[in-house]
């Protein structure tokens, strides 16, 4: 913070940049060493082999402590009557293993621990959205530390991460389920007849294209308006009691929503996996 | 927004993930859940039987009192009729009996009534003797009369 001037604009960069870790580039007052951005150019400077260590721990971290919490409630699951816990997990488990048996028509047992990661991990990875803007970086900036973005699933890199293995899932289960010639024949023989393959190909190859692209940018999208638009009420804080006073309402109006849209987001991005794992199983073309 | 490593670390990451999920979380739960489904469906099966077998029961119980009540009323006929035989067996016993005794109590009157007679008899001859001493104003003699009193003695 200290590095930058307090203005909105700058407030709003300032939270929207990662804490990045990378090589500075040629030209740069720290050329050819690593080390954290300073700001969003310094970390588009880096290119590719740079990281966001905020998204990457946080993301890590929601994920260990989903698979810490419901592997608690695996180790103990019992026949008898299950505790308060045991029954929330079995709850989810059971609600993601009806999705996935509504939705998914083969016979896959990957799909429906792969929904219920997706599911929770999401969920969690967006409820992050729901701490107060400042909290968190604000204790960082204490450390020491310039950026943290606390919402994985605000950074591309993240939601992409997700959608391109789910994508790579489905051409694998495709060529595997269908056989190479019938996955490309999928792609070539329709919906026109064969003699105007091309035409097929390329339809059809947008459309494969576009799935893992709007699988994954639906839920950056989303999730990024969201704290862009608590980014925007948290300025309001600096407008004087009054202003304050109508941001406070509007966040927790606006936190409420978000409520609703995290798990939303969470399910849709868990459901087009199923399906779009479901159609790489289906042969019937 | 730029692309950057995170993208790899986030996919490795969530491949790792969903193993472990797939082979730690998963099949535990599922094997709970199908077990716990298992369990209730024996126990309602198990509840179903019982329930069946309470209405057996029932249907047995009933049977049993049943046959107990025809049995009841079939002894009670039986009662009754060996009650009316011992009944008129007894009076039976009770007439002979009475006639017997009637015919001892006459038997004995006739008796009392020959002893008194005999009685009478002696008391009136030695009546007569002495009415007659009397009479005749003389000693009568007894060897004289025994003969003539004895045949008043027989009338009398």
């Known amino acids: 913070m200290a590095t930058e001037p307090l203005t909105a604009s700058g ?23 690593w080390g954290y951005a300073h700001s969003a150019a310094d970390a588009q400077a880096m290119g590719f082999w740079a990281i966001n260590v905020d998204s990457m721990l946080f993301s890590a971290g929601l994920g260990i402590l989903f698979l810490w919490l419901f592997r608690k409630a695996a180790k103990t699951a019992t026949t008898d009557v299950p505790g308060g816990w045991q029954n929330f997990v079995e709850w989810i488990v059971e609600f993601i293993d009806t999705s996935v048996r509504g939705s998914f028509s083969a016979k896959n047992d990957m799909v429906a621990p792969l929904a219920l990661t997706l599911f929770v991990w999401i969920f969690l990875m967006n409820l992050m959205d729901l701490i107060a803007v400042d909290h968190i970086p604000w204790l960082a900036s204490l450390l020491g530390v310039s ?106 109006g606006w936190a409420i929503f978000h409520i609703l849209i995290i798990t939303l987001q969470a399910f849709i991005f868990m459901t087009l996996t199923i399906v779009y794992l479901d159609m790489a199983h289906q042969e019937s073309h | 927004m730029n692309f950057n490593a995170t993208l790899i670390g986030q996919s490795i990451t969530f491949i790792v993930f969903v193993w472990f999920c797939m082979k730690f979380i998963w099949p535990p739960i599922m094997h709970a859940l199908d077990e716990r489904r298992k369990k209730i469906a024996d126990g309602l099966a198990a509840s179903e039987r019982g329930k069946h077998e309470q209405e057996l029961a029932e249907e047995r119980a009933t049977a049993i009192l ?40 006459r038997a004995e009157i006739d008796q009392e009534i020959n002893r008194a007679r005999e009685d009478l008899r002696g008391r009136v001859v030695s009546i007569a003797l002495a009415g007659a001493g009397k009479v ?3 000693e009568v003699d007894q060897h004289a009369h025994d003969e003539l009193l004895n045949k008043l003695a027989a009338e009398i």
């Open chain 1, 147 to 252: 950026h943290l973005k606390i919402v994985p699933s605000t950074d591309p890199n993240i939601t992409f991460g997700l959608a391109l293995p789910v994508f790579f899932l489905v051409l694998y289960y495709s060529v595997k389920i269908k056989g190479l010639g019938g996955f490309l024949g999928e792609l070539a023989f329709h919906p026109f007849p064969k003699w105007m393959a091309p035409v097929n190909l390329l339809l059809e190859g947008v459309t494969l294209i576009a799935r893992p692209l709007s699988h994954s940018l639906r839920l950056f999208g989303n999730m990024y308006a969201g704290e862009m638009i608590f980014i925007l009420i948290a300025l309001m804080y600096g407008g004087g009691v009054a202003l304050g006073a109508f941001g406070g309402l509007l966040q927790l």
């Open chain 2, 66 to 105: 049943r046959e107990a009540k025809d049995r009841a009323g079939e002894i009670i006929v039986r009662a009754e009729k060996r009650a009316g035989e011992i009944v008129d067996e007894a009076k039976v016993d009770a007439r002979s009996e009475g006639e017997r005794l009637l015919t001892a109590a």
């Open chain 2, 136 to 138: 005749l104003e003389r």
């Open chain 1, 11 to 33: 407030y709003i960069k300032h939270h929207l940049t990662n804490l990045t870790f990378g090589k500075f580039p040629e030209g740069h007052e720290h050329a050819g060493h």
